[in-house]
C-alpha cells in the first residue's frame, strides 16, 4: 500500500477516469480521505451523450449524470467542482486550487482529460463540444427550424453530431481534411461505408477540405478552404480532435509528451503521482510504444487501474481498448487498432445492420470493428489481447469469431 490507510488521496478530474478511481479506492477498502476535484461545475456525467442524447432538447440532463447526487456522499467521497487545480507541487506534496486554497496530499491523481483541439483560424461564433454545457449551447441553436450546420472535422465526434443535428431537422454539412470520413478511425471499406450513410441521409460531405478562415456574413458564418470553396452555415461546429490537459504536469516537472506519460500502473514519472484517462500515455498492451487513448471504457478501467495502483493492488494493465460510436440509431464498436494492420477481412456489409471486419498482421488479429456483434467484438478483444496465431480456414467465409477465440485458447 502506497498510501497510509488513513491518508488522502487527492483526484484532479470528475471525468469517468477521476470518478471511476474514486469509486474504486472506496469499493476496495480504501478508509482514509477522498478528494475528487472538478473544473467542471456540474457533477460527474456520461461524456459521449454530450455528442448524442443531450443534443436533443427533449433529453434531461441529469439523465446523463454517471450517478445520484446522493452517491458521492454516500460513498464518503468529497466531490468539489467548479475548482480547478492550478499547480502542483511534488516536494511539499500539495496542489494549489484556483479558488486561492491548497490542498496536501498522500497521492496524487491526474485525470483531466483533454479540451477540444482549434482549428488555428479564428471561426466567429464556433462550437466546440467537450463539456455538458457546450451541448446545451448548441442544442438550442439546433432546435431552430431550417438550421444549417457546418461541421468541421469527419472523426467521430464530427460525425456523431452530424448525425444528431439531421436527426433533430438541421441541414448539415460536413467539411473534413482528409480523404474520407472516419479515416483515422476505420479502415476504408468501413468508413466508406459510414460516410454512405451520412450521404444517404442528406448531409453534405465534403472531403480533402482545409478550412483556412472564415467571417461573418449577413448573421450567418463564410468557411473558407485554402483552394477557394466557400460555404456559409448558421452556425460551425469545430471538431478536430483533443488536446490533452497536461500543463500543470508539465510545469510541475513530470515526463510528458503530448499526455502525461506512466508506466503499467499508472505512476507518472514522479512518486506519488499517477495519471489515467484520456490524459495519460501508457505502455500499449499490444503494440510496442507508449499510446493515449481517447475511449470511455479505457478511461474507466484505466481509472480503475490507477486507484488499484495507489492502493499497491495493481496487476500491469493490459486492457485492449475499444470504443463505440451510435449514429442514426446504428452503433459500431471497434477494438484494437483497426487501422493498424497489413490485411482486412470483411465479412458483411459495413453499411448494414450488422458486420464484421476484421484486421490482421500476418496470423495475429490486432484489431476489429463491428455492427449487431457485439459477443464477436469481445471475442475480438480477447484474440487481440492473447495475440494467439489464427487459423485462415476459419476466418474465410461466414466468419464465427467466437468460435475461433474458442480454438485458439
Ligand atoms: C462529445 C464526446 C463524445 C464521445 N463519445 C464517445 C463514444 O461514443 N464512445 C467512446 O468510447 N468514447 C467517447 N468519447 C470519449 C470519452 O468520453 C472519453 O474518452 C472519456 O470521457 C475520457 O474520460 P477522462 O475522465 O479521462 O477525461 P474527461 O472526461 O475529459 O474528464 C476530465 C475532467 O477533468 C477536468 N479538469 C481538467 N483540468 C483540470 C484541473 N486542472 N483541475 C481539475 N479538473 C480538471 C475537466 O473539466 C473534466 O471534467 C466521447 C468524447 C466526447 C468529448
Not at 126 to 137: N, P, Q
Not at 188 to 201: F, G, T
Not at 387 to 400: E, K, M, Q, V, W
Request: hydrophobic share 45%.
Amino acid at each position: 500500500m502506497t498510501v497510509p490507510a488513513t491518508g488522502r488521496v487527492v483526484i484532479a478530474g470528475t471525468g469517468i477516469a477521476g470518478a471511476t478511481a474514486a469509486e474504486t479506492l472506496r469499493k476496495r477498502g480504501f478508509a482514509g480521505e477522498i478528494v475528487l476535484l472538478g473544473a467542471d461545475p456540474a457533477p460527474p456525467y456520461r461524456r459521449p451523450m454530450v455528442s448524442k442524447e443531450l443534443l436533443a432538447a427533449s433529453f434531461p440532463a441529469e439523465k446523463a449524470l454517471l450517478r445520484p447526487a446522493t452517491a458521492w456522499p454516500e460513498l464518503r467521497i468529497d466531490l468539489r467542482t467548479g475548482v480547478r487545480v492550478e499547480a502542483i507541487d511534488p516536494d511539499a506534496a500539495r496542489v494549489a486550487l484556483d479558488d486561492g486554497t491548497e490542498l496536501g496530499y498522500d497521492a496524487l491523481l491526474l485525470a483531466t482529460g483533454g479540451r477540444p483541439r482549434t482549428l488555428g483560424v479564428p471561426i466567429p461564433g464556433a462550437f466546440t463540444l467537450r463539456d455538458r454545457h457546450d451541448a446545451v449551447a448548441l442544442r438550442d441553436v439546433l432546435a431552430r427550424p431550417g438550421v444549417e450546420v457546418a461541421v468541421v472535422g469527419g472523426g467521430l465526434i464530427g460525425t456523431e453530431v452530424a448525425a444528431s443535428a439531421q436527426a433533430g431537422g438541421a441541414r448539415v454539412t460536413i467539411l473534413e481534411a482528409g480523404p474520407r470520413l472516419l479515416d483515422r478511425v476505420f479502415p476504408p471499406p468501413v468508413s466508406a461505408a459510414l460516410e454512405q450513410v451520412h450521404r444517404a441521409r442528406g448531409v453534405a460531405v465534403h472531403t480533402g477540405v482545409a478550412v483556412t478562415g472564415a467571417d461573418t456574413v449577413s448573421g450567418c458564418t463564410r468557411l473558407c478552404s485554402a483552394d477557394g470553396r466557400e460555404w456559409i452555415a448558421d452556425a460551425v461546429v469545430v471538431a478536430v480532435g483533443m488536446t490533452p490537459n497536461d500543463e500543470q504536469a508539465r510545469a510541475a516537472g513530470l515526463r510528458v509528451e503530448d499526455g502525461i506519460v506512466v508506466d503499467e500502473f499508472c505512476r507518472t514519472s514522479v512518486p506519488g503521482v499517477y495519471a489515467a484517462g484520456d490524459v495519460a500515455r501508457f505502455p500499449d498492451p499490444v503494440h510496442v510504444g507508449h499510446v493515449r487513448v481517447e475511449h470511455w471504457n479505457h478511461a474507466q478501467s484505466h481509472g480503475a487501474a490507477a486507484a488499484a495502483a495507489i492502493l499497491g493492488e495493481a496487476a500491469p494493465y493490459r486492457e485492449v481498448p475499444w470504443c463505440w460510436t451510435t449514429q442514426y440509431g446504428r452503433t459500431v464498436q471497434a477494438a484494437g487498432r483497426p487501422g493498424a494492420g497489413a490485411e482486412l477481412i470483411v465479412d458483411g456489409d459495413p453499411g448494414a445492420d450488422a458486420f464484421l471486419a476484421l484486421t490482421l498482421a500476418g496470423d495475429r488479429l490486432v484489431g476489429a470493428v463491428a455492427a449487431g456483434r457485439p459477443r464477436e467484438l469481445r471475442a475480438a478483444r480477447t484474440l487481440i489481447g492473447t495475440g494467439a496465431g489464427l487459423s485462415r480456414a476459419l476466418l474465410t467465409g461466414p466468419i464465427d469469431l467466437v468460435s475461433v477465440a474458442a480454438a485458439a485458447a
